[in-house]
C-alpha cells in the first residue's frame, strides 16, 4: 500500500517563494506527480518526477529523493491565481499503474 | 481535440434511487481511472478500466458500485441504491498507456443524494 502525507493547508504572500512538502510511504514506487486543483475544477498536471533531482518549469520546480520518499513543490513569484489545492500522487509499479493521492496542500496567496 | 469529458456535470438523486456517471476519454486514450473526492479531502482511488476490461477495482466498494468500459462508448460509473454517503465529487482520469507521464481529469460530476 501506500501512505502519503502533505501539510494541510499553507498560507504565502504575493511574489513570495513557497515549498509545499510531500511525504511518502509506498511498497513500489514508480513516480510521483503534482497536480493543481482549484475549487470545484478538475485537477491539472503540474510535474512528474522518477528519478531523484529537481525538475524546474517556469515559476513550478519539483525535487524528489527516493532514497528519503520525500518531495516538495516550489512556487516562485506567487501571484493570487496561485490560490488552490496542490496534490501530491504516487504511482505504484504493478501492472496498474494506479496513482495513490494526498489528501492536497490548500495554498492561500495574499496580497 | 477534445479534452476528457464527463456527464451530467451536477446529478441529484434520492436515497435509493440509481446514478449513472459518463466518461469519455481524450481521443486516443484507452486507459481510464475513476476517482472520488470528498469535500476538503484528497481524491480516493475507485477503479482502472481500460477498453472491456476492468484492469484494478481495489477502491470500489463491495457493493453498489460498478464500473465499465466497453468497446464503443463512454466509461459508466454506476451506483445502485445511493445513500447520502455517496455524495462527493466523482473525476474520471485518462491516459494513453498505463504508465503515462499525467493523468488528463475531466471537470467531474457532482453527485448529490437527498
Known amino acids: 500500500g501506500q501512505n502519503i502525507d502533505q501539510p494541510t493547508e499553507m498560507t504565502a504572500t504575493e511574489g513570495a517563494i513557497v515549498q509545499i512538502n510531500c511525504t511518502y510511504q509506498?511498497?513500489?514506487?514508480?513516480?510521483l506527480f503534482w497536480y493543481q486543483q482549484h475549487a470545484g475544477e478538475a485537477p491539472t498536471f503540474l510535474s512528474y518526477?522518477?528519478?531523484?533531482g529537481l525538475e524546474e518549469k517556469g515559476r513550478f520546480s519539483s525535487f524528489l529523493s527516493r532514497s528519503k520518499g520525500y518531495s516538495y513543490l516550489l512556487l516562485k513569484e506567487l501571484q493570487m491565481k496561485d490560490s488552490a489545492s496542490y496534490l501530491c500522487a504516487v504511482r505504484d509499479n504493478t501492472n496498474a499503474g494506479k496513482s495513490t493521492f494526498g489528501d492536497g496542500t490548500t495554498l492561500t496567496v495574499k496580497p | 481535440n477534445a479534452g476528457v469529458m464527463q456527464n451530467p456535470r451536477h446529478l441529484v438523486r434520492r436515497r435509493g434511487q440509481e446514478a449513472r456517471l459518463r466518461c469519455s476519454p481524450m481521443?486516443?486514450?484507452?486507459?481510464v481511472y475513476w476517482y472520488r473526492q470528498l469535500p476538503e479531502e484528497g481524491l480516493k482511488f475507485m477503479v482502472y478500466l481500460q477498453k472491456e476490461n476492468i484492469i484494478d477495482e481495489s477502491g470500489m466498494p463491495k457493493e453498489r458500485f460498478s464500473a465499465e468500459f466497453p468497446k464503443e462508448g463512454p466509461s459508466i460509473l454506476r451506483i445502485q441504491q445511493v445513500v447520502r454517503g455517496d455524495s462527493a465529487a466523482y473525476f474520471c482520469?485518462?491516459?494513453?498507456?498505463?504508465?503515462?507521464?499525467?493523468?488528463?481529469f475531466g471537470s467531474g460530476t457532482q453527485l448529490s443524494v437527498l
Open positions: 481521443k486516443g486514450h484507452s486507459h
Open positions: 509506498t511498497s513500489g514506487f514508480n513516480g
Open positions: 482520469a485518462s491516459s494513453p498507456r498505463g504508465n503515462s507521464e499525467k493523468l488528463f
Open positions: 518526477n522518477v528519478l531523484d
